[in-house]
């Protein structure tokens, strides 16, 4: 059966309020023919040692179904009005491969995969949701070429049109990943001949349009920006509020911003569900520097992911493009000066739970996104006390990672010298100094060591200076980095202590500072000309940002220059819609203005544009923080019947470990290595359960399995599957329970998880991010108090 129905159309209000879960998955991925067939033949399989196991958590139907979300899918409101024939016999499903289409055209690929999925769990037959998969799965060879070959399996029953696309995109999965550019050329030639074969296919358009802008990165230019923009444009005449939008705003980014500002207006109401299409025209806006329109879209986008993630209870950086729009979005904050909301927004992120695949301080995941932008705020408005009060907080904690720790020291020192707390100022110092000493004798030990093994190998005498040198370059480097930190706080010290010229000598040797404290140091310095006309320049490269032009407005009145103070002041206001008056930054403004005449206070009324579309109320699309969510209560109870329940852990933190029963020789390995660390937790105040699939003799043989005395928290039984769903660490497609282990905070709230086809065996991960979690509920809770 061919369906050509596309997804109702829904209104900007009408998505505001989100839908709940839809009815409970009754089809597994396979037919209940085939599983009928499996269950008359297991006898068979279990006697074939040939067959291969099928661990637990992990799926019937292979290695790449193992990944992804595996909770069921629902209809969600605000997906793309697109249309997209295919065949199948389920309406149902046909509205889930609709919606994950319109996710794959947002970027959404991890809620595009879950449409699929849930597609092919209501038609197990139906070819494109298999496909759909694959196009989910663009950039994970492996997986996109396992799911491919699974519509290429049932292309037969499917229309030539239907047939064309799987043909395509197999194209693209059978080139060699690592030449991308025969790869790239393979799927355009495939798109353009489904176009020539179907030229109304709008869909076909959009994807060719996009294909064609990704391929200059596989080494294929753009041949003609306006040729691109035409096969979009033909999407846009049938549909104008098709998604293609976003595509276009990819286009015309870095070419011509201003050509793309009418898709900028209708992006976000074009997929008003999905975060990413909200973030997309803060590209545009950004690049004509309307920061103030581009933070608007960014948070938007923000709002949405954050309700999105609360209420499905998806860890935050999961989604691959999240960290990048908050962190983006901080940066924008600055740039209109709207300081409470980018510190708020900074320590959000570092608030965010952590984990060793999706966010790490080492890696560019919120942590180390948030910790950055919270840095440059502070230090961009000079908020000295705050910087050195989160320093001995979770939010700018001390850590191992050498490079943070560093930056927090190079930062830490500077503030405390801004606030005239110079002995404190060189504690950081001789931190400092201990970590160059260190290094260089790392250095020295490492050039001797390789210069040694090239005169073993026979090399010659500059071989051998080359080998040494070489060895060394990497720490040298880091030598340099911590040098350049204690000329920074040094240059803070001379500053407090008036001594002007030695201090700006000690900032040009401190690497990269922001450009109008430089001024301001060299100013002070005597250095007026070669100052103003810098703090002109750097002003001039950063047109309608706030805190330039209001710290150029400061140096020159303090230059004497009073009637350019004025002028640089008009301009400030004309800006300065959306600041936080409270910033040195903004308040050393305040007697200038008195000066001029300029009625308190000096700021303007935030204005609106008349060419921004159509916006909703941002509190209707999501909170501006992310928070944590509530975790489901249960009651169970152990292998004696004794009764154990959520409740009865409030008011302290709880680690809840779900497993897999007593035959799973994975969870056997998880409980056997947090049980010896029980104490470890206990220190933290944090107790530990085990909820198990197992009924009550089942545990009884987990407790044998496990030796009981080493065994020094509560295992309990669900049975039944029900606490197992209600944490959604349950495949909802193959009706099977997967692995779980979850934080929960002493208000129950669930500050951490991990749900996976695996158990998380990193204890020394969790004890580490738990303590830090627990840290920042701390903080926030005194700080509530306080206040």
Not at 185 to 203: F, G, R, S, V
Not at 237 to 262: E, G, S
Not at 379 to 392: C, K, M, Q, Y
Not at 447 to 476: C, H, N, W
């Amino acid at each position: 059966m061919n369906l050509d129905r596309p997804l109702a159309g829904i209104s900007l209000v009408g998505l505001l309020t989100l839908l709940v879960c839809s009815a409970q998955l009754s089809t597994p991925l396979y037919s209940q023919e085939e599983k009928s067939q499996e269950e008359k033949s297991q006898e068979e399989k279990d006697d074939d040692d040939t067959m291969p196991e099928v661990l637990a958590g992990h799926s019937a139907h292979g290695e790449i179904f193992n990944e992804g979300l595996r909770q069921r899918a629902y209809l969600i409101p605000g997906m793309a009005n697109i249309e997209f024939p295919a065949t199948t016999t389920i309406p149902e499903a046909h509205k889930f491969f609709v919606q994950g289409v319109a996710q794959v055209h947002g970027f959404w690929y991890l809620e595009a995969e879950r449409s699929f999925r849930q597609a092919a769990a209501l038609d197990p037959d139906f070819a494109m949701a298999y496909w759909g998969m694959a196009l989910a799965n663009r950039s994970n060879s492996t997986r996109g070429k396992g799911f491919i070959a699974e519509a290429d399996a049932r292309k037969e029953g499917v229309t030539k049109r239907e047939q064309m696309y799987i043909a395509a995109l197999h194209a693209y999965f059978e080139a060699d990943p690592k030449n991308r550019k025969e790869r790239a050329q393979k799927y355009i030639t495939a798109m353009e001949e489904l176009i020539h074969e179907y030229p109304d296919d709008l869909e076909a358009k959009a994807m060719l349009a996009l294909q064609l802008y990704n391929s200059r990165s596989a080494g294929i230019p753009i041949a003609s920006h306006v040729a691109v923009d035409a096969i979009i444009q033909q999407v846009l005449a049938k549909n104008p509020m098709h998604p293609v939008h976003h595509y276009r705003i990819h286009l015309w980014d870095y070419k011509r911003a201003q050509v793309a500002l009418t898709s900028a207006n209708m992006c976000g109401q074009a997929s008003p569900g999905i975060a990413h299409m909200w973030h997309m025209p803060g590209h545009i806006y950004s690049r004509l520097k309307r920061y103030d329109d581009a933070s608007w879209q960014q948070e938007a986008s923000a709002r949405v992911d954050h309700a999105h993630m609360m209420r499905d209870r998806v860890l935050p950086d999961q989604i691959h493009n999240f960290a990048h729009n908050n962190e983006w979005l901080i940066r924008n904050l600055i740039h209109i000066g709207r300081v409470g909301d980018a510190v708020d927004l900074a320590r959000n992120m570092t608030e965010l739970p952590r984990h060793p695949r999706y966010n790490t301080l080492s890696r560019s995941g919120s942590s180390k996104y948030g910790r950055d932008r919270l840095f440059t705020t502070l230090v961009t408005f000079e908020l000295w006390d705050e910087l050195v009060r989160l320093a001995d907080t979770p939010y700018l904690e001390p850590t191992e990672i050498d490079t943070e720790q560093v930056k927090r020291l190079r930062q830490l020192g500077f503030a405390l010298a801004q606030l005239d707390r110079s002995a404190e100022a060189e504690q950081t110092i001789e931190q400092l100094d201990g970590r160059v000493a260190g290094l260089k004798e790392a250095a020295d030990k490492a050039s001797a060591e390789a210069e040694q093994k090239a005169r073993d190998d026979k090399k010659d005498d500059k071989e051998v200076a080359k080998a040494g040198k070489d060895a060394r370059r990497t720490i040298d480097g880091k030598v340099r980095g911590v040098e350049q930190a204690v000329a920074y706080i040094r240059a803070a010290q001379l500053s407090a202590a008036e001594d002007h010229a030695a201090a700006f000598e000690q900032l040009k040797k401190a690497g990269s500072v922001d450009k109008m404290m430089y001024c301001r140091f060299q100013l002070a310095a005597g250095e007026t000309a070669a100052a103003l006309e810098a703090a002109d320049k750097h002003v001039k490269g950063r047109g309608n940002q706030v805190q330039p032009l209001a710290c150029q407005v400061a140096l020159l009145w303090q230059a004497d220059k009073e009637k350019q103070a004025e002028r640089a002041l008009t301009e400030l206001i004309k800006i300065s819609g959306s600041i936080d008056m409270q910033s040195a930054v903004f308040t050393r403004i305040n007697p200038i203005a008195e000066k001029l005449g300029i009625a308190e206070p000096w700021k303007a009324e935030p204005t609106l544009r008349d060419d921004i579309g159509e916006r909703p109320e941002l509190d209707s699309l999501g909170p501006f923080r992310w928070q944590p969510s509530a975790a489901p209560d249960w009651r169970l109870a152990d292998q004696n019947g004794k009764k154990f329940s959520l409740k009865q852990y409030r008011g302290k933190p709880v680690l809840v470990i779900f497993y897999l029963g007593y035959s799973c020789l994975h969870c056997a390995e998880q409980i056997q290595a947090f049980a010896p660390r029980n104490e470890e937790f206990a220190a933290q105040g944090i107790s530990l359960i085990a909820i198990s699939t197992d009924d009550r003799d089942g545990l009884k043989q987990s407790i044998d399995n496990y030796d009981e005395e080493t065994i020094p928290f509560p295992l309990v039984s669900d049975d039944k599957l029900e606490v197992f769903k209600d944490y959604r660490v349950h495949d909802d497609f193959e009706q099977v329970p997967l692995h779980g282990t979850f934080l929960i905070g002493g208000d129950g709230m669930v500050l951490w998880q991990d749900i996976s086809y695996e158990p998380f065996m990193n204890v020394d991960f969790v004890l580490k991010e738990s303590q830090r979690l627990l840290g920042q509920r701390a903080v926030l809770q005194l700080t509530r108090t306080s206040k």
